[in-house]
């Protein structure tokens, strides 16, 4: 025999736990889809003074300077929050630098906008494009960089192109002439990994060498002197590199080990050596292995840790090492005690860097609302930048 009673108040406790658990799912589905739509970002760009991220969705983001169009949105208004590039969700990838933005679809085709007055865009003219706009109708690109006022993308054959200012032979052409449209760098097919800085151009090769294109007046290129370069050069005879990060005057490598290696200009410790002299060759920077990435604009350098660590030295009168205070650095110096950094990217006074659950955060300096917080005040630490449909 049962209780009527006591089974109608068990039937509704079940519908009530059952209600909960769907009001659960539901708030964990909406808590979802907000971070899919734009609250969660896997890869950032930073510009001179202006910032991209690219959405899980394949979304894209832009903020910040926006004299030249650099953001993409068809007017040349600042953003000081994060505003999306048109409706598309296939991007793929995007550079910045100086003044201009590239980036990647899903289906290989690549795109450019913002100043263009040495033809960096590669559209085949000097006009400046305040919309994506698509550079030729190849569909095989497989990466893009972006230098002050050139650009370089590699193919998914392995050959790599360049366009843009030539004036400090960094194109790989054989001269001085600017080109307006992609024009093929030399006749290899073998490239893995490319980086653009103000006047140089660094790759690495399939075999782990790595070479430079760049004139050479202040020893920069790495090759341990100061004659003029224009053509490739080989940096060292090793063969275990696995990336480069090429800044206005200084460069840094990361090799197969895991070490981090560095050269050029130092006047503001952003070699992380310890020292402020100049480096002409590369140079070992400490003892660890376990760098993941590093990034460089200016003079201020910041690197992920294979552990989720994020480490910082060089220039900080805006506080773009993010260390709470405006003290330069000799040495690489932990921000924070984070371990679920993802990625980095840095411009000339400001830093954006991404966390493992998508989060995007910003610092330093912040005049055209570059770090997208929705004022123009400098930070001295990460601080967290609101996803879009938050507000």
């Given at each position: 025999m049962t209780d009527g009673g006591s089974e109608h108040g068990l039937d509704i406790a079940r519908r009530s736990v059952g209600l909960e658990r769907a009001a659960g799912l539901v708030q964990r589905g909406l808590e979802l889809a907000r971070a899919i739509s734009g609250g969660a970002f896997v890869s950032v760009a930073a510009g001179h003074a202006h910032s991209l991220a690219l959405g899980r969705d394949g979304s894209l983001w832009a903020w910040?300077?926006?004299?030249?169009?650099?953001?993409?949105?068809?007017?040349?208004?600042?953003?000081?929050?994060?505003?999306?590039?048109?409706?598309?969700?296939?991007?793929?990838a995007v550079a910045a630098h100086y003044e201009h933005t590239l980036a990647l679809r899903r289906d290989g085709s690549l795109w450019g906008w913002g100043l263009n007055w040495r033809g960096q865009l590669g559209l085949g003219d000097r006009d400046p494009r305040d919309r994506p706009a698509r550079i030729g109708r190849d569909g095989d690109w497989a990466a893009v960089a972006a230098g002050h006022e050139h650009t370089l993308a590699l193919k998914r054959d392995g050959t790599l192109w360049a366009w843009g200012d030539n004036y400090h032979p960094r194109l790989w052409l054989g001269d001085r002439h600017d080109r307006d449209r992609p024009a093929r760098f030399g006749g290899d097919s073998d490239w893995a990994a490319v980086a653009a800085g103000f006047s140089s151009t660094f790759v690495v090769k399939r075999d782990g060498s790595l070479w430079v294109c760049e004139d050479n007046l202040y020893g920069p290129l790495g090759t341990g002197d100061a004659e003029h370069g224009g053509l490739p050069i080989r940096i060292s005879r090793d063969s275990d590199w696995a990336t480069v990060a090429a800044g206005l005057v200084s460069r840094f490598a990361l090799k197969r080990d895991g070490s981090l290696w560095g050269w050029g200009d130092n006047r503001y410790g952003q070699l992380g050596s310890g020292d402020k002299d100049d480096r002409r060759s590369p140079t070992r920077i400490g003892g660890d292995r376990g760098w993941a990435a590093v990034a460089i604009d200016m003079f201020v350098t910041l690197a992920l840790k294979r552990d989720g660590s994020l480490w910082g030295w060089g220039e900080n009168n805006h506080g773009q090492l993010g260390l709470g205070d405006t003290s330069l650095r000799l040495?690489?110096?932990?921000?924070g005690g984070d371990s679920?950094?993802?990625?980095?990217?840095?411009?000339?006074?400001?830093?954006?860097?991404?966390?493992?659950?998508?989060?995007?955060?910003?610092?330093?300096?912040?005049?055209?609302?570059?770090?997208?917080?929705?004022d123009a005040e400098d930070r001295r630490k990460p601080t967290r930048v609101p996803p879009p449909n938050s507000r």
């Open positions: 910040g300077n926006n004299e030249r169009g650099q953001l993409g949105l068809g007017d040349k208004k600042h953003r000081d929050r994060p505003a999306r590039v048109g409706g598309d969700s296939d991007w793929a040495r690489p110096t932990r921000i679920d950094w993802t990625a980095v990217a840095v411009g000339a006074a400001h830093a954006l860097a991404l966390k493992r659950d998508g989060s995007l955060w910003g610092w330093g300096f912040n005049y055209n609302g570059q770090l997208g917080l929705g």
